[in-house]
């Protein structure tokens, strides 16, 4: 009989102990849930911030290429953007498949006046084979595709020439 009773005293106590272990982790977890927008707002006071630059020298100079690019066709009213997200411009019928997408950028976009997105391009310079690059391309390929958006990739070696084909290709016009 003793060594039931003493059993469960132990059972109790080790209960007891799990309960306030839960709790303390439970509060730590609330107190660094970035989903609160409280704590957003105590992480934002607390962190330093600074500028940085929107693209590398390499990405930069594609984006010059796409500006000229147009600059050359200004008749058709396309606008270009830099480091769009996709989720802004993609739809999805699916929550999971949206949320695949959300977070994911393109490097640069080319909208119509009307402002949907007509090419999504992505610019393979040296991080491209870095981590799961290829797998996150494979995503972004596979929803476009499905939207009817062409994605189009640059890279390194590519002159203003290639670019500036690749562009006309991919919105069905005639290269220079």
Do not use: C
Request: positive net charge; proline residues 1%; aromatic residues 12%.
């Amino acid at each position: 009989m003793e060594f039931v009773i003493v059993g469960l005293a132990v059972f109790g106590l080790y209960s007891i102990y799990s309960l306030i272990q839960r709790i303390k982790r439970k509060a730590k977890w609330k107190k660094n849930f970035i989903g609160d927008v409280n704590n957003q707002k105590r992480f934002v006071s607390q962190g330093k911030f600074y500028k940085k630059k929107l693209m590398n020298k390499s990405e930069f100079r594609v984006f010059q290429v796409l500006e000229q690019w147009i600059k050359s066709n200004a008749n058709l009213g396309f606008r270009l953007f830099s480091q769009v997200a996709i989720g802004e411009y993609l739809g999805a019928s699916e929550n999971q498949a949206f949320h695949s997408i959300n977070s994911k950028r393109v490097d640069f976009l080319i909208i119509n006046p009307f402002g949907e997105a007509m090419v999504a391009i992505e610019y393979q310079g040296e991080a491209h084979y870095q981590n799961n690059a290829q797998d996150r391309d494979e995503v972004k390929a596979i929803a476009h595709d499905k939207a009817g958006i062409k994605l189009v990739e640059i890279f390194p070696d590519e002159d203003e020439t290639g670019i500036s084909n690749k562009i006309n290709s991919a919105l069905g016009l005639s290269s220079a």
